[in-house]
């Protein structure tokens, strides 16, 4: 176990630094991502490489953000998934960030279900740096994140009793871009659509979903696990 002095919670000009634990066994990748972070503002304040630590360290030192890798020390299966579950449970305001090296759909609709603040990201696919850092503070600010390549794994491999059937293709497509933790906005200008039609498809597939009024945000994340459960 690594660890770093815990900084000043806002920098020179007194904007919030997002405070970081890093838990991936991997050295290098670590220390690159370490290095990444502290260049793009943001403070890691511990690190490690074994998965018993996760929790001592997320108590110990209260970071904004955990970013993890499921499978870690000592069997690497399914600890990081067990620790961010955990963090789930027991601190819901922490943003947790996975970052794995397989497409493991079980676990990524795990870890969506528990709601806001959740990304699931593949290592292989996480090529531009920006965007990378936009993820990492829409998680903070209370979005989630799902890697496209594995909402496109899960559109293809519906399952024959189709929660999705009476949802026309344009709501299809509105889902699947929720599943990848846009906003309407975002949505809007992806599809070259008006913020207006994609708030109609949002309050459609909601309807068709069966999703209640509840007065708060939890009816897309509904949405969303339904999207990722019709395989």
């Known amino acids: 176990m690594t660890t770093e002095p815990s900084g000043q919670h806002r920098g020179n000009d007194g904007t919030a630094i997002t405070r970081v634990l890093l838990a991936e066994d991997d050295v290098l990748l ?20 074994d998965s018993v630590w996760i929790l001592p360290l997320v108590r110990e030192l209260a970071p904004d953000l955990v970013v993890l890798d499921i499978r870690m020390p000592p069997t690497n299966t399914t600890e990081g998934l067990d620790a961010a579950l955990e963090i789930r449970t027991e601190f819901p305001e922490i943003g947790i960030l996975v970052l794995s090296a397989h497409a493991e759909v079980e676990h990524a609709m795990e870890l969506l279900a528990t709601g806001q603040r959740i990304g699931y990201l593949l290592k292989s696919r996480v090529t531009d740096v920006g965007e990378f850092i936009e993820t990492l503070e829409r998680i903070v600010r209370g979005g989630s994140v799902m890697d496209p390549a594995l909402v496109q794994e899960l559109v293809s491999a519906r399952r024959r009793n189709d929660p999705l059937a009476a949802l026309s293709q344009r709501e299809r497509d509105v889902l699947a871009l929720m599943a990848e933790g846009r906003s309407n906005a975002g949505i809007a200008r992806r599809l070259w659509v008006t913020e207006g039609t994609v708030e109609k498809h949002v309050r459609h597939i ?26």
């Open 30 to 49: 670590r220390a690159g991502l370490a290095s990444l972070l502290e260049r793009s503002g943001f403070e890691v304040v511990g690190q490690t490489g």
């Open 206 to 231: 909601l309807a068709k979903l069966s999703l209640p009024e509840t007065g708060d945000d939890h009816r897309r994340v509904l949405a969303v696990v339904t999207f990722l459960e019709a395989r």
